[in-house]
Nanobody, 115 residues
């Protein structure tokens, strides 16, 4: 069963930075597309950013210009560099294959941004 494991979360002040990593028990860099999502308390899960295996990335409006998704060959991970964090970025962040539905979701990693 394919599994994703997210890491790198934590508590950070407004304006700070964090780098998340997504690892898998499969060949994560072989998947055509990968994405980061987030879910804040009381809200639906939403797309943060996605990347193709050619390295083409696109972002949600709230993440564009502040977050960068990347494919890390040496680590075999999909990373999310988050800069200029804001309190409304507080959420649990997950990685998954776009269109996977309810399959493969990991536990996520908690990001808390204090004001």
């Amino acid at each position: 069963q394919l599994q994703f494991v997210e890491s790198g979360g934590g508590l950070v002040q407004t304006g700070g930075s964090l780098r998340l990593s997504c690892a898998s028990n499969g060949r994560i860099l072989s998947f055509p597309n990968m994405a980061w999502y987030r879910q804040a308390p009381g809200k639906q899960r939403e797309l943060v950013a996605r990347i193709t295996n050619d390295g083409l990335a696109n972002y949600a409006a709230f993440s564009r210009g502040r977050f960068t998704i990347s494919r890390e060959t040496a680590k075999n991970t999909i990373d999310l560099q988050m800069n200029n964090l804001r309190p409304d970025d507080t959420a649990v962040y997950y990685c998954n294959i776009p269109g996977a539905g309810e399959k493969y979701w990991g536990r996520g990693t908690q990001i808390t941004v204090s004001s």
